[in-house]
């Protein structure tokens, strides 16, 4: 049982260029999120889904996209990198909740991303 | 605007003292408060979490007090260990968001000193 993982771990772009995360769960669990984590800022939710084919915008949703194709697999994508996206991203899954407590995120180990 | 605000940005403590980071929060739609504990070079993990029907919670070293009319939250982690330093993040979440998103916190690092 892997739990969440991520690739590519380490990435270098230059402005401009494109590229996909992918994050991978093997809990089949509903919910899946995408964070990038910046220094003194905690982390901010980019994008979610509730569910296999299902797509909503976070916090910080500007300059990227997502695809949730298969339940399992989450995709987060940089059209057009820009320095400002330098940032370590995370991704998260969920289960669905059983009632009224929500129930804890599992993150993945990170991407480091680097925008020259 | 940050909706939940922590404190402080770092902390040095030394081999067991008691650690205490704080978290403030707005909104009072906020219904779950989980602390993430993330060590370096790994995803954070959750630590402990509290609903605000309960002022305390507990679970071995680690507590979060909670203020319901002060709107405030707290992680005390007794007899600190050299092991305990990491970087320790609070969240809200907002009732009846079925999505149930978190908010973080900034971030608190701790290093526990030998």
């Known amino acids: 049982n892997a739990g969440v993982t991520q690739t590519p771990k380490f990435r270098v772009l230059k402005t401009g260029q494109s590229m996909t995360l992918l994050c991978a769960q093997d809990m089949n669990h509903e919910y899946m999120y995408w964070y990038r984590q910046d220094p003194g800022m905690g982390l901010r939710l980019i994008h979610y889904s509730v569910g296999e084919g299902t797509t909503a915008k976070g916090e910080v949703p500007d300059g990227y996209n997502v695809s949730r194709l298969k339940k399992q697999n989450f995709l987060l994508g940089l059209e057009s990198a820009a320095p400002s996206q330098t940032s370590v991203y995370f991704c998260?899954?969920?289960?669905?909740?059983?009632?009224?407590?929500?129930?804890?995120?599992?993150f993945g180990p990170g991407t480091r991303l680097t925008v020259t | 605007q940050q909706q939940v605000k922590q404190s402080p940005q770092s902390l040095i403590v030394q081999k067991g003292g008691i650690s205490i980071i704080n978290c403030a929060y707005e909104n009072t739609a906020f219904d779950y408060f989980p602390w993430y504990q993330q060590f370096p070079g790994k995803g954070p993990a959750l630590l402990i979490a509290i609903r605000p029907d309960v002022s305390e919670k507990k679970e071995g070293r680690f507590t979060i007090s909670f203020n319901k009319s002060a709107k405030q939250f707290s992680l005390h982690i007794m007899d600190s260990q050299p092991g305990d330093s990491a970087t320790y993040f609070c969240a809200a979440s907002k009732g009846g968001d079925s999505s149930y998103k978190l908010i973080f916190g900034s971030g608190t690092r701790l290093l526990v000193r030998p």
């Open positions: 998260a899954s969920r289960r669905t909740s059983g009632g009224t407590i929500p129930y804890e995120q599992y």
